[in-house]
């Protein structure tokens, strides 16, 4: 590529869970699921991007069928942790360019080698990281139905997903907020002060489960 561009220079794409707290304290198995949670959105986001190039190259049926799978089993865990933060519970998932650039390269096959030589295939590829790669709402829609398919895992349930401007961030950011479907049998370090909080845990704890 010209300019000295390479591919660090392209932004990564962050998934920030927000989980409210109040004075309940999370479980393992809760953080778990949001752990989990990220990799499943980080992969729905990565596939996606993954066939909007694909589809640029207007492949026969067969061919996108193959180049597809192909990357797509290249693509293990997509994202990795870059922070957690207690308080409210944030945590961001960072989907990197270079897993979705190891995922177009697997399209390079044999087979698609033949039908596309010549064709500057892997100069394709570094100008769509460069200049297309997570623009627009085509992650965040993926995010989106992605969570419409599965709203919820374990305790937690999804209730927003927006794609803010964060000032903290020099990534794009896919903010998902969920809430707790019901509080966990957990206290923190303290009984809450607000009597009323108390009370609302009270009432729980008493409550068969």
Not at 72 to 91: C, L
Request: net charge neutral; proline share 7%; aromatic share 8%.
């Amino acid at each position: 590529m010209s300019n000295g561009w390479t591919v660090n220079d392209t932004p990564s794409l962050t998934l920030r869970l927000e989980l409210p707290d109040h004075f309940w304290m999370t479980s393992t198995k809760e953080f778990s699921a949001l752990i989990r949670l990220a990799d499943e959105l980080g992969r729905a986001a990565a596939e996606t991007e993954v066939i909007r190039f694909v589809d640029e190259l207007e492949f026969q049926n067969e061919l996108r069928y193959r180049s597809l799978r192909a990357s797509f089993a290249r693509m293990k865990t997509p994202v990795e942790i870059s922070d957690v933060k207690r308080g409210s519970w944030i945590i961001d998932a960072l989907l990197r360019p270079e897993s979705i650039l190891l995922a177009l390269a697997a399209i390079f096959g044999p087979t698609i080698k033949n039908a596309y030589k010549g064709s500057n295939l892997e100069e394709r590829i570094l100008t769509f990281i460069r200049d297309r790669l997570f623009r627009g709402e085509a992650s965040r829609r993926a995010v989106e139905e992605k969570a419409a398919d599965k709203p919820a895992i374990g305790n937690l349930t999804i209730v927003n997903i927006a794609q803010p401007t964060i000032s903290d961030s020099p990534n794009p950011v896919i903010l998902v907020e969920l809430k707790r479907k019901k509080p966990p049998l957990v206290l923190r370090e303290r009984f809450p002060d607000n009597p009323e909080e108390l009370r609302q845990y009270l009432d729980h704890l008493l409550k068969p489960h």
